[in-house]
């Protein structure tokens, strides 16, 4: 099958309904007109479509699907991770299946169906028939065909195939082995399974039931557990934040009064750390919708800072902070693992686009600093230009500030010789990974 376009341009369209040739015969017993088609897999179907023809980010996606059960929901996006996480290698177990390339919403069940059957352990029964159920009825038996081939034969194709190179879209595997070596396998194997769920909690607050405490303070519980059934959410005392991304705020090291702005601030994690440890934050975000959620992410936890819509790379209070934390918008590919939509969504023009934007937006925060004051540079992606490059390149007055060992126990290794600190998603691989993050760390000579 062919892999899905890069966005934004559409898809190529695919072959008509009545093409399918000798695969294309009935399925086994008549499909009764009044079959209810399974709720999970036609949100999972929706999903993917949206992901993959459309580039809408899944999140945006999950939001935009009709009011359902909050567990059909999850279902559906556990189904459709699953299958953008090994997209490349379930279109090379479909392919030599096919005559010819289905029309992509039969191309997408398919891809579902090769998902269940492969990697989710469903059934072979519920896989096929739930698929079958979902295609326009001319495909029925194109699709019901090819799945109980999958069943019988996919798992022995999958386990022959180069995973790892086909499921990184060749512009990342190039730049990542460019900039990583061999290391890119480590990476590319990362993104095959979920992310655990992170927290981090406030100050006091005891480790959550099951959860296993990190050496640099998050708590980690298995993927799959659900945020909303935490007590320490319920109670407002926990957020979501991965290890990696709970880093930066620590790493300015602040203290109770001192001025802190937070400079592209929403959804609020690193806000969140920063009004926690007692700082005076201001939280800065251009994102009216996204100003929302940093709210309501504050009052959820009862923290306060001063929120303020505006553009980061002009915004100017008049004064000076003590310390400023700038999680610069990128490319996010250090969150395949969390979002696994975005190879999908990317182009490899976003890349210098962005970090022409991230350029501005440091140079402006060199300004908002006081003297003898700190800064930290993070963005959560695995490409040089936007972490790397951009540090090597300071705003004049900003000095390095190396990250020392003894402040990230466990990730030595990840600190570069510059002194910044580089992590990637295979690093702590056997606790479950983390994200990739670029930070490099500042003071105002
Ligand atoms: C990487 S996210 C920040 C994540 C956040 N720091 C956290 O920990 O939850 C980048 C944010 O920057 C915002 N943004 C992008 N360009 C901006 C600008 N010029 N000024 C202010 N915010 C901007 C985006 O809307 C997005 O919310």
Not at 85 to 113: K, N, T
Not at 321 to 340: E, K, N, V, W
Request: proline share 12%.
């Amino acid at each position: 099958m062919k892999p899905p376009a890069a966005p934004p341009s559409a898809p190529p369209h695919g072959r008509r309904p009545d093409q399918n040739g000798p695969q294309g015969r009935p399925a086994r017993g008549r499909r009764p007109a009044t079959t209810p088609r399974n709720p999970t897999r036609v949100a999972a179907l929706a999903l993917l479509t949206a992901v993959l023809d459309r580039h809408r980010a899944m999140e945006e996606a999950l939001d935009a699907l009709p009011p359902s059960d909050p567990r059909d929901r999850a279902a559906a996006h556990r189904i459709a991770a699953a299958v953008l996480r090994r997209l490349g290698s379930l279109d090379a177990v479909l392919e030599p299946l096919l005559r010819r390339e289905p029309p992509p919403e039969v191309q997408h069940v398919l891809r579902i169906g090769a998902a269940e059957l492969l990697l989710l352990n469903t059934p072979p029964h519920a896989a096929v028939a739930s698929c079958v159920d979902l295609v326009p009825r001319p495909f029925a038996g194109l699709v019901n065909a090819v799945l109980r081939k999958v069943a019988a034969e996919g798992p022995q194709t999958l386990e022959d195939l180069d995973g790892e190179r086909l499921d990184t879209p060749g512009w990342l595997w190039t730049a990542w082995q460019k900039a990583y070596g061999t290391r890119v396998r480590a990476i590319a194997r990362s993104h095959r399974s979920p992310a655990p769920l992170d927290l981090s909690l406030k100050p006091g607050t005891e480790l959550p039931e099951g959860a296993v405490l990190l050496p640099n303070g998050t708590a980690r519980l298995p993927a799959g557990t659900r945020i909303t059934e935490l007590p320490a959410f319920i109670d407002g005392t926990a957020w979501a934040q991965d290890a990696a991304a709970a880093l930066p705020a620590r790493l300015l090291h602040v203290t109770p009064g001192l001025a802190v702005a937070d400079l592209c601030a929403a959804p609020g994690g690193k806000t969140a750390q920063l009004a926690a440890a007692g700082a005076d934050v201001v939280a800065v975000e251009r994102d009216p919708t996204r100003i929302l959620r940093l709210r309501e992410n504050l009052a959820r936890l009862g923290l306060d800072a001063r929120v303020v819509q505006g553009d980061a790379a002009e915004w100017d209070p008049g004064t000076r902070f003590d310390a400023i934390l700038l999680d610069a918008p990128c490319s996010a590919t250090g969150t395949i693992r969390r979002h696994p939509d975005v190879p999908y969504l990317k182009r490899p023009t976003d890349v210098p686009s962005l970090a022409g934007l991230q350029k501005p937006l440091l140079a402006h925060a060199a300004t908002l600093l006081a003297p003898g004051g700190r800064l930290v540079f993070a963005t959560c992606s695995l490409q040089p230009e936007e972490g790397e490059a951009q540090a090597a390149n300071p705003p004049a007055g900003l000095v390095p500030d190396p990250i020392r060992p003894e402040e990230v126990p466990g990730l030595e290794r990840a600190i570069t010789h510059e002194g910044w600190l580089r992590t990637t998603p295979d690093m702590w691989e056997a606790e479950g990974g983390m994200d990739g993050f670029f930070i490099a760390r500042f003071r105002k000579g």
